[in-house]
């Protein structure tokens, strides 16, 4: 199993050690946003099984005409409820040390490594959700040129076209009307959709001089900061953690999503552990370890159970 190790500072002849810094300095990490938008589903946990099962109600019809006559019974419905199993498995990862890297080394290793087992588990934790949320059947391409622009919407998950373009304020109108007019899709607790993208996705909106024009009076700093801020609706989020969303050609990628997305099951909520010290306490371990599983509430195409809109290129 590896550890960590030294590297020499030359291939032969004396090796010699220079001052060591007296800070650690550690590696950078991605930034993650999805966890904050799964929806952790209460009344599960230990000995409950290895399953959650999710009932739905389904829409009622709207009738093309809801009038009685007096002596006719008033007609009846079917009320129906649907379900979905999501399945929990097991999660984690560990490094290994020694307690003679302990006694000899300079630094003190073990809070290091207990933080960067913490920042590991964090982006897995963001990767399973952002898999969740690409797991939505309604799939977006941005097509044709900048000044004429078109898109190609699927519904069956297998997104076969190519963007031709990058995105701009054209698509974020025609996401928002998707999601409110087509699938009737409720917006998050404070009236605003929210888009999470891959750099170069929302890169294309800022450069979009309709943007500009959308901002000039109600956001003038938005530029400055860097941000999209708010637009038709719909709030934009930003982030940089590749194994959550791709960097595409063109477009990044991205979703856009409102009320009752993704669902968070969790038998154990992920913990750091430290293993029991073997060989006389000379080898240490410590780990990262839950059993959870994320997946989209609905998991059809159908106007008023689809709530995710998945942006993406062939």
Known sequence: MAQFTWTFDAPTGTYKNFTLSSKLYESAVENSVFMDHVLPQEGFGKKQGESLTLTRIMNITEPLNADLDESVRIPEDEFLLSTRAIT?????????????????????????????????????????????FKTTLVKYAPTGVLATPTNVVVTNGTNVTAATRALQVFDVEEIRDLLFDTYQTPPLEGGDYLGIFRTLGLRGIKRDPA???????????????????????????ETNHANALAKRALIGEGVVFGDEGVALVEAMTPELRAAIPSDFGRSKAIAWYGILAMGTIWDTANPGEAKIVHVTSA
């Open 88 to 132: 929990v498995n097991e999660l984690g990862r560990a490094v290994p040390f020694t307690s003679l890297s302990m006694d000899l080394s300079k630094y003190d290793l073990e809070n290091p490594i207990q933080r960067k087992l913490r920042e590991q588990m964090r982006l897995v934790l963001d990767t399973k959700a952002a898999t969740a």
């Open 211 to 237: 943007w500009e024009r959308w901002h000039q009076y109600t956001d003038p700093q938005a530029k400055w900061n860097g941000e999209v801020g708010r637009i038709e609706g719909v709030r934009f989020m």
